[in-house]
């Protein structure tokens, strides 16, 4: 059997994926903890500083007090007051006493949200504690002392880094060198990911290899045997990548650089696919469910894509090595890659390829000179300033090749999150490729056009997106409202966007779900009225358009004589990007695709006493289909006798498909006038987990139970998506995947 090696890492990574796909794990429940102050003991694990805070790793912790449990967890403990210094916080291997809040990891509320729960499950964590206190620490012949030398050696460099270079910089060769992402702005970041550059703020494979190969030939310049040389590089390697965290990528760039070394040693080549699977099985006998984990599996994806496509595009590119050699290698990775970057990113840079054969060349001098520059710094600030140069030159070129990247048109292309059949027909499709330039010694015609005709095939396949002719969903803004609403599969319309308990809920929240069903801009947002918990998300989105934000072309807003503070600067912030706004009372008609809406509040004329009574309320229907929709804002008082005054004129009669329920469900909205005259078949209610208000009011539900209507709650389903084509209806709700 050719590559046994390879044969059973691959049959691991597919069994595993087959068990976790049938059997997902989830993460440990501990309701009974959260915002409650309880007492663990454990043994410190990890220390580290992140923006300002001190945080410790707390393995084998029992609680002791607050909670009755046997267990024994691994926490994160956020300390109530950080320490100057992290040798001032308790050593590695100590044991402690820790009292604070505990706080369950939050879980993701859309499609598309970062899932903390499920990201600190995979890494082996239980929960959290905030505002914590050590009672006690003991050191003793637990204290791992190697480890917390390291950690203040770590901390030591990252301050000399700073010092060293400007913020910009400074998180880049923090990154870069001790894998310590924190000191790195979002603006950066973000820069970076688009132009499809993140791996170099990771310590990667690349690294290990450059740092570990130079360290091998300074010491074999020295007159050092090939096995000692090889022993000392390796066991240096080895610390260093203790000293950065012991990522994924770094113990599989570890895994593979020993066994190329030992072959080597024995006089025999390594093979790519062979140390790539030993690499994943090592790792996932460990922790099988880091095949769960993104950085996992894009870093053996990149590794895979130049072990399989690497040969193909070799005949189809027949050219040496340099540039085209590199144009391989990185067409390889980015093809092969490309499922698993839409699946995680909903984004594509189209210009990835091209901007690595510009900045991976530098890369090696780069990362020499940042680690001479912050070990002579610690030594001699002028010296690590002189020796720095190169570094700042280098880095202030890759921000011009990001700041180029994202204004040329098309730089990054919205894709969405495609489905599983699509990234297994991708691949088979990838795989056939392989079988069948492998049989052809040379490339000819016919396998050039095979090639590119399958590759195009197959890209095609994973771009497909299949959409109902209206799909409507309410997005889990915790207490807040927003609604995106999808005509046709290519118009969009949001209705409000806010919350009074999410921070940044654009950001975090709707943005990642617009982006997960593949749009960056939205035709049309509406907003009802300027309450803070449905306005504030727009503020957001316009404010950081720059930063990977939605696109909004119309900005359609209430025709109301009273303003204030919040609806004047959406109007200015829209105005200062050349948003087109759109004024809108009762009577307004106006169409997005196939959909119809219609405005049936504030009317003019009328003096509204209060912003909640002036809600825009809208009409939605569908040519041809008995589809209607009422959206409702937060609408109260005059507000609801001029909506059922506008209700009981309208012709087309008839019970209506969806309500969504006015403030949220409180106590007083939504009376029973309303609901006679509308009759709602399914109601959306947005509200937040554990909101101060009680909503949805018991009251409330008893009267649109009696409707016989059914009624999702995002506090209780997360995001709730409605789909429609012609007359059917399909209702799928997020948190527990119930369908409707």
């Not at 310590?203 to 450059?210: A, E, N, R, V």
């Not at 091998?216 to 000392?232: D, E, P, Q, S, V």
């Not at 009762?586 to 509040?601: K, S, W």
């Not at 078949?681 to 539900?701: C, K, M, Q, W």
């Amino acid at each position: 059997m050719k590559r046994p090696a390879c044969v059973v890492g691959c049959c691991l990574l597919v069994f595993l994926g087959l068990f976790f796909y049938l059997k997902p794990p989830q993460p440990v429940s501990l309701a009974d903890i959260s915002g409650k102050r309880i007492v663990i003991s454990g043994i410190v694990d990890d220390k580290y500083q992140k923006k300002e805070n001190t945080y410790l790793t707390v393995k084998e912790a029992g609680i002791i007090s607050g909670m009755k449990s046997e267990k024994k967890y691994k926490v994160i403990v956020k300390l109530k007051e950080a320490e100057e210094s992290l040798g001032e916080a308790p050593m590695i291997g100590s044991a402690v006493v820790v009292s604070g809040k505990g706080m369950e990891f939050p879980e993701a509320r859309n499609p598309g949200n970062f899932d903390q729960a499920r990201y600190q499950m995979i890494r082996g964590m239980d929960f959290e504690i905030y505002k914590a206190e050590v009672l006690e620490a003991s050191g003793g012949h637990g204290v791992r002392y190697i480890d917390e030398g390291l950690c203040l050696l770590r901390e030591r460099l990252a301050d000399t880094a700073d010092r060293l270079y400007e913020e910009d910089d400074a998180g880049t060769v923090r990154a870069m060198l001790l894998g310590d992402r924190t000191g790195l702005t979002e603006e950066l970041s973000l820069g970076y990911r688009r132009a499809g550059m993140s791996h170099i703020l990771c310590i990667s494979s690349l690294h290990i290899t450059l740092i570990g190969m130079g360290l091998l030939k300074l010491l074999r310049k020295t007159g050092m045997n090939k096995a000692a040389a090889y022993i000392i590089a390796f066991s240096m390697i080895s610390i260093y990548g203790r000293f950065t965290g012991s990522g994924v990528s770094t113990v599989r760039a570890l895994i593979t650089f020993s066994l190329m070394m030992t072959a080597d040693l024995l006089g025999r080549t390594t093979d790519l696919m062979s140390s790539m699977a030993v690499a994943a099985s090592v790792i996932l006998l460990m922790h099988p469910l880091y095949a769960l984990d993104a950085g996992f599996v894009l870093s053996f994806s990149a590794v895979c894509g130049i072990g399989m496509l690497g040969p193909p595009l070799k005949k189809l590119i027949p050219a040496g090595g340099g540039f085209f050699g590199s144009l391989r290698t990185s067409l390889s990775v980015t093809l092969f890659m490309l499922p698993e970057v839409m699946y995680y990113f909903c984004q594509v840079s189209l210009f990835s390829v091209l901007i690595n054969q510009a900045v991976i060349p530098m890369l090696g001098v780069l990362l020499v000179f940042s680690l001479i520059s912050v070990i002579l710094g610690g030594l001699c600030m002028p010296l690590g300033v002189f020796t720095g140069f190169p570094v700042r030159v280098i880095l202030a070129a890759y921000r011009e090749v990001t700041f180029l990247n994202d204004h040329l048109p098309y730089s990054v292309i919205t894709t969405g999150r495609p489905g599983l059949w699509q990234i297994l027909l991708y691949y088979l499709i990838l795989a056939v490729m392989v079988l069948f330039t492998g049989r052809r010694r040379e490339a000819d015609r016919y396998m050039r056009t095979g090639i590119l005709l399958g590759t195009f095939i197959a890209v095609f396949i994973l771009s497909v997106r299949i959409r109902p002719e209206l799909s409507l969903t309410m997005i889990d803004v915790g207490q807040g409202d927003c609604h995106f609403l999808e005509a046709g599969g290519d118009k969009t319309m949001m209705i409000d966007c806010g919350s009074s308990d999410v921070d940044e809920v654009a950001k975090y929240r709707v943005v990642p779900y617009v982006l997960y069903r593949g749009y960056d801009t939205l035709d049309y947002a509406v907003l009802t009225h300027s309450d803070k918990d449905h306005i504030n998300g727009y503020i957001g989105m316009l404010e950081g358009r720059d930063k990977g934000g939605l696109r909004i072309k119309t900005l359609i807003l209430p025709d109301i004589a009273g303003r204030d503070e919040r609806y004047d600067e959406l109007v200015r912030l829209a105005s200062d990007q050349g948003v087109k706004i759109m004024k809108i009372r009762a009577g307004d008609r106006f169409t997005v695709g196939r959909v119809c809406l219609e405005c049936l509040n504030p009317k003019e004329g009328v003096a509204y006493p209060d912003i909640n009574a002036s809600s825009v309320c809208l009409k939605v229907s569908m040519q041809g289909s008995s589809f209607r929709a009422l959206y409702t804002g937060d609408v109260q008082d005059e507000g609801e006798m001029i909506l059922m005054e506008m209700l009981g004129k309208d012709s087309s009669g008839g019970r209506y498909t969806l309500l969504k329920c006015a403030h949220h469900g409180s106590r007083y909205s939504t009376p029973k006038e309303l609901l006679k005259l509308v009759k709602p078949a399914y109601t959306f209610i947005s509200a937040g987990v554990d909101n101060a208000y009680s909503h949805p009011h018991r009251e409330l539900i008893e009267r649109l139970e009696d409707t016989g209507t059914r009624i999702y709650t995002t506090k209780d389903r997360g995001a709730v998506r409605m789909d429609i084509k012609g007359n059917n209806i399909r209702v799928e709700n997020y948190v527990n995947r119930k369908g409707g």
